[in-house]
């Protein structure tokens, strides 16, 4: 017999190297995740502001105005009345009607060492009086005591008043008065809202031409209340307002009527349609605009031409499955509208840009006002705009 042929086993080869690129420490995701992933690439950023100019933080230490503190110290009378010329804080009185007796005419400036420079009626014995730099002027005062001051030391406390500094601030860094400087800031906030008012019906919304939908805002807020004398009801001061977005200088606001409420009424709630109704279709109708507001029931009144998108600011409780959870306030969120030619568009809704302005609103409303409309620009330019606006209706 032959032998036996025997069977071995064939040497184990070696294992191959995975390759770097198919090495995988999770697994693969599933392929709802990944169409996810895909159509969220896909999906277009939908900016806050879509039109104008966008939101940025105001930052004073980068802003550049016409004139700095330095502008107004060591100046000569003289000196200051050009600065303030050139500026339109002053007016050259040179062949107007004389403030004081409304006949003769003013001649020539003139500098005197005692009186400093002036203008005089040139009606003779009737008047001729002088009129110095000061006289008939809605925010610098002349006179003697508090008020007897240079005009450089009105001009820092004017722009100190301008940067928004605290009364303490500017008696200690000039070395005023803080009747004058009271008085000062009191002519300043008329002027603005003189200024304000005069402007504000100016103001449009949307675009007069109707080729883009614009987007608005819409909120109110309440600032002050007051107690009845038997302390049972309490009246409290409400303003409404509209902003549109991109245009800090379209912000338009009315004082509304809430009523009386209980004295320990939380608030005198939203807005009432009689209040808003009427704005609605004098400013707002068929001038193709986006309307963000709040949950209030009476924004929901309808306007041609008119889109309205709404938050809730408030947390929610709500039911899921078997357990009620707290959902979070939304103060921003996409939304998708159909427009009445039936093509449709994604903005966002919300009403932040009003909201932060009502923060700035303190004492006085129309002042803020003014503050809104010339974010980011320069203010002593702008506070001399108000108050030639001022002095040119007068004279």
């Known amino acids: 017999m032959g032998k036996r042929a025997i069977k071995r086993p064939a040497a184990a080869s070696a294992p191959k190297k995975r390759p770097a690129s198919a ?53 000569t009378a003289d000196r200051m009345v050009d600065l303030h010329l ?78 928004g500094m605290t009364t303490a601030e500017i008696h200690l860094l000039t070395g005023a008065g803080h009747k004058m400087i009271e008085d000062m800031s009191a002519a300043v906030a008329t002027a603005r809202q003189i200024y304000v008012e005069k402007k504000e019906p100016n103001v449009v919304f949307g675009d007069k031409a109707q080729r883009r939908w614009f987007d608005a805002e819409a909120d ?14 309490k009246a409290r001061e409400q303003w409404a307002g509209v902003v549109e977005r991109g245009r800090p200088d379209s912000l338009v606001l009315w004082k509304t009527q809430p009523g009386g409420t209980e004295a320990n009424a939380p608030g005198p709630g939203a807005i009432k349609k009689t209040d808003w109704a009427p704005f609605l279709k004098r400013r707002l109708e068929n001038r193709k605009v986006i309307l963000h507001s709040d949950g209030a029931r009476s924004y929901k009144t309808r306007a041609s031409g008119l889109v309205r998108d709404h938050v809730v600011h408030c947390k929610k409780r709500k039911k899921i499955g078997r357990k009620w959870v707290w959902l979070k306030p939304v103060y921003s969120k996409v939304v998708t509208h159909k427009l009445p030619d039936g093509s449709k568009i994604r903005v966002r809704a ?15 409303v129309r002042s803020a006002q003014f503050e809104n409309w010339n974010k980011g620009k320069d203010m002593w330019a702008a506070t001399a705009d108000a108050i030639w606006e001022v002095m040119g209706a007068a004279h």
């Open 86 to 163: 050139e500026d339109g804080i002053l007016l050259d009185w040179e062949g107007r009607t004389c403030p004081h007796c409304g006949v003769g005419t003013c001649g020539a400036r003139v500098q005197d060492d005692n009186r400093g420079p002036h203008w005089r009626c040139n009606s003779g014995s009737l008047c001729g009086k002088t009129v110095n730099p000061c006289t008939a002027h809605p925010v610098f005062k002349s006179g003697g005591g508090c008020q007897s001051s240079s005009l450089s030391t009105k001009a820092k406390v004017l722009f100190c008043l301008t940067l």
């Open 350 to 364: 919300g009403a932040q840009i009003i909201d932060r302005a009502w923060g700035r609103i303190a004492a006085s």
């Open 220 to 233: 109110e807020s309440v600032f002050r209340a007051q107690l009845s004398d038997d302390g049972r009801s």
């Open 23 to 75: 090495f995988r420490p999770f697994p693969l995701r599933k392929r709802c995740k990944d169409r996810m992933g895909q159509r969220r690439k896909q999906a277009e950023k939908v900016e806050y502001v879509r039109h104008g100019k966008r939101t940025v933080k105001s930052r004073k230490g980068r802003e550049t105005w016409c004139r700095n503190y330095d502008s107004f110290h060591g100046k």
